[in-house]
């Protein structure tokens, strides 16, 4: 192995060490996105509300993760003209950091309710199409906040005050006192009690908006006494099914790139950029040996068959037609053992099928061209310039 290249793979070999080094001493940096999956292990991800979920309600959680609301809402319908009801009975749920139901799957919530089920949906952002049906309006208070306080309205469901590490402020502005009942408030951030979690009904059935969905991450249901919050938020979802959405907006998002495992790894990052440069280096320093152009060598040519011609042409100009017949013949047959690897030296029945086969050329033809050689052969008079113009074109047809 030449000492250049030795030099290239140790250096290649320091890096990488040097990288394993620096890498191994760093903390695993935190993922702090709001990502509301129950696939989420982070600290604003759904896990733990996933895990503990079925023990909250007591009652049967079904998972829609595979379908809109509508679909899945639409499917459990009973259209016949005597029914005309839902097959399910319970509460719709959806916990999100923003909207993520879209306008028909909302409009299919809200008529789903009307036949005396329930809906809870805790998010920053509502669909505006429930926001107009309810004649409800939200706000969002952007004066940064690093912690906001939250309490329950009613002081036997918990008067405790929980603090959430929350950027934005979102509450109810305008609801109708006269339908509406409060069940949960919160501090802005000029001390000033909001509206964040009501209790609205709708024809036969009843919505739980509330805007605080980071009660239900890891996080907060991980620190100290927390979840006692969730659970009175959750307290007031009636008994019975609950059909929980919870398809998020990062589902939306996966790339389909096969690459996408290795870049949401830091570790497998850094590893694939490290092989990369390693290539690039190989490929700048392997340049300079390149192989040589190897010279294409031509094949010595047959010049028989060329001479051959040409003396066959300088006895034409004589007169000579016998000779010129036998410089034909003689040029006929050498092609025939140089391009068909035949035996000329008996020209009968088996030398005639085999041509044949070989030249697919026909087999009268190739008959009348060895009649002909043989005819010559076989005479003891000169050959006539008639002659020579028999044979020359039986020549030809056999060998174009």
Do not use: C
């Not at 996080?219 to 919050?229: A, G, P, R």
């Not at 019975?240 to 690459?259: A, E, H």
């Amino acid at each position: 192995m030449d000492n250049k290249v030795k030099i290239y793979i140790a250096i290649l070999v320091l890096i990488f060490g040097i990288t394993l080094l620096v890498d191994k001493g760093q903390p695993k940096p935190i993922d702090w996105n709001p990502t509301y999956s129950v696939e989420d292990k982070i600290p604003f991800g759904l896990y733990v509300f996933d895990q503990e979920a079925d023990g909250l309600f007591k009652k049967k959680v079904e998972r829609i993760s595979t379908q809109t609301p509508y679909e899945y809402l639409d499917s459990q319908y009973d259209a016949r003209e005597n029914v005309q009801t839902y097959k399910v009975k319970g509460t719709f749920m959806n916990i999100s950091e923003v909207d993520n139901i879209d306008q028909q799957s909302m409009k299919e919530i809200l008529y789903f309710v009307s036949h005396g089920n329930n809906a809870f949906l805790s998010m920053k952002v509502f669909p505006k199409v429930l926001l107009d049906s309810l004649k409800i309006e939200l706000k969002t208070d952007f004066m940064p906040n690093d912690s906001i306080s939250v309490w329950m309205a009613n002081k036997k469901a918990g008067a405790k005050k929980y603090t959430f590490n929350t950027g934005l402020s979102d509450y109810f502005s305008k609801i109708d006192t006269l339908n509406t009942k409060v069940l949960g408030y919160q501090i802005s951030s000029k001390n000033k009690k909001q509206v964040n979690f009501i209790e609205v009904p709708y024809k036969n059935g009843y919505l739980y908006l509330h805007t605080q969905p980071v009660a239900f991450t890891n996080y907060n249901l991980l620190k100290k006494d927390y979840y006692q919050y969730a659970e009175n938020v959750l307290s007031y979802i009636p008994k019975g099914n609950v059909f929980w959405y919870n398809k998020t907006l990062n589902d939306k998002r996966i790339s389909s790139s096969p690459m996408r495992y290795i870049w949401s790894q830091p570790a497998l990052k850094s590893a694939w950029y490290l092989g990369l440069i390693g290539i690039l280096i190989f490929m700048i320093f392997n340049a300079k040996r390149k192989q040589r152009i190897v010279p294409i060598i031509k094949p010595l040519q047959n010049l028989t068959v060329d001479f051959t011609k040409t003396i066959g042409n300088l006895y034409y100009q004589e007169g000579d037609h016998t000779n010129i017949i036998d410089k034909k013949i003689i040029y006929f047959l050498e092609k025939i053992r140089t391009d068909y690897l035949l035996d000329t030296s008996k020209l009968d029945d088996d030398f005639i099928t085999k041509l044949h086969y070989k030249t697919g050329k026909d087999e009268k033809d190739i008959r009348d061209v060895v009649q002909l050689i043989n005819d010559h052969r076989n005479s003891y008079h000169g050959s006539l310039e008639e002659d020579l113009i028999k044979i020359n074109t039986a020549i030809e047809k056999i060998l174009h």
